[in-house]
């Protein structure tokens, strides 16, 4: 089987730097999403990491270390907008397009 | 493009009646998905296609859902006879090898049918 985790809930100030984790264990491994959902919408791509380091795009960035089992979401200069829940997700293998989401992480952006 | 269109938006009906839910996704996509979300279980795989087979079912909770495909381009979820435990939002998603330049694997998800049994 598969698990992931994260944290349920994370709240930051605007302007400020937040890191979300995410730990698996998996019995196989081929890359690492991360989506974010705001409340009452569908899950959006934001990131993706296949070989250890970090990936950036604008103000997020994502990490990877296949060796710890670990990665982590990484938002800068934070705004209102970016109050949203926030999902790992795993996939298995290169014969295996589905993917296996975490229970994510609800971030609170306060002014 | 239009992206991954689902319907209905919404849908309230009583335990033990017959639901359907539909998905259109993207064109050129090869790869359909339907998840379903809840509070309780987060986002689970119910089910999904590639090039309109049924590539892993496992996640199906029970004979009581149904998934086809008939073509490319429409999908459908059934769940009959319906229960409250079902209540949850049910997303459709679909994806292709190539995404841009890199192979994200990324999923393009629909807005979702939020399902209500009674």
């Known amino acids: 089987g598969q698990s992931l985790e994260q944290p349920s809930e994370v709240t930051a100030v605007e302007g400020a730097i937040v890191q979300i984790n995410c730990t698996y264990q998996?019995?196989?491994?081929?890359?690492l999403s991360w989506y974010q959902q705001h409340d009452g919408g569908a899950p959006t791509f934001l990131s993706y990491n296949a070989l250890d380091g970090l990936e950036e795009t604008g103000r997020f960035s994502s990490f990877l270390s296949r060796s710890d089992s670990y990665g982590y979401l990484l938002l800068q200069e934070l705004q209102m907008k970016d109050s949203a829940s926030y999902f790992c997700a795993v996939r298995m293998d290169t014969g295996r397009r589905a993917l296996t989401f975490g229970s994510g992480t609800r971030l609170q952006v306060q002014p | 493009d239009a992206g991954v269109i689902q319907s209905p938006r919404h849908e309230v009906t009583e335990m033990g009646q017959e639901v359907t839910l539909r998905c259109k996704p993207i064109s050129g996509h090869d790869y359909l998905f339907w998840y379903r979300q809840t509070m309780m279980r987060g986002l689970e795989l119910l089910i999904y296609f590639n090039n309109n087979v049924p590539i892993d079912d496992s996640g199906m909770p029970e004979d009581r859902f149904s998934a086809k495909m008939p073509n490319a381009s429409f999908s459908t979820l059934k769940i009959q006879p319906s229960e409250p435990r079902d209540s949850a939002v049910y997303f459709c998603?679909?994806?292709?090898?190539?995404?841009?330049?890199?192979?994200?694997?990324?999923?393009?998800f629909g807005e979702g049918s939020r399902l209500t049994v009674l």
């Open positions: 998603a679909s994806s292709t090898l190539f995404t841009g330049t890199h192979n994200t694997g990324e999923l393009f």
């Open positions: 998996t019995s196989g491994f081929y890359g």
